[in-house]
Nanobody
């Protein structure tokens, strides 16, 4: 079992920045891929970014490339998502999730946090 707790969401103006945090606990997180996914009102959940804990390879959705950065802190078992140049269309609930193996750029993660709301005003 892996427990994930997100924090760091909020209200920001377009062009602003936020840093989302995900605290991971439970089974050895180094064996997992940790992803950030989001779901906007009335839309399906979508992949945003992922990091393979062992080795640190990162993956991004096209909408995130160049604006968002995923990173991890091994010592603290934390995963971060830095959101820059935010747009109103980035408004969504952002979830931290974990899985073992399989394609990182997927919504089929096994463990999920409760989500954190990001609202971008125009």
């Amino acid at each position: 079992q892996v427990q994930l707790v997100e924090s760091g969401g909020g209200l920001v103006q377009a062009g602003g920045s936020l840093r989302l945090s995900c605290a991971a606990s439970g089974r050895t997180i180094s064996r997992y891929t940790v992803g950030w996914l989001r779901q906007a009102p009335g839309k399906e959940r979508e992949f945003v970014a992922a990091i393979i804990w062992s080795g640190g390879s990162t993956y991004y959705a096209d909408s995130a490339k160049g604006r968002f950065t995923i990173s991890r802190d091994n010592a603290k078992n934390m995963v971060y998502l830095r959101l820059n140049s935010l747009k109103p269309e980035d408004t969504a609930v952002y979830y931290c999730a974990a899985r073992q193996g399989g394609p990182p750029e997927s919504i089929l993660y096994r463990y999920w946090g409760q989500g954190t709301q990001v609202t971008v005003s125009s």
